[in-house]
């Protein structure tokens, strides 16, 4: 029984890593994409 438990604990944490290290890739191209927009804005182009 404490092994199940064990086995459901560590793959949960293994899913929710994962989730998070895909949120946090997607946080950091969103906010690539809004300083390539802002240098675009200076240059006098649109985004």
């Keep these: 029984m404490v092994r199940k438990f064990m086995m459901l604990f ?3 944490g293994l899913t ?3 989730a998070a290290c ?3 890739q997607g946080v ?3 906010i690539s994409s ?10 006098g182009r649109d985004c």
């Design 22 to 24: 895909n949120t946090v």
């Design 28 to 30: 950091g191209e969103d």
């Design 34 to 43: 809004a300083g390539e927009c802002g240098e675009d804005v200076l240059d």
């Design 10 to 12: 560590a793959a949960a």
């Design 16 to 18: 929710f890593g994962a």
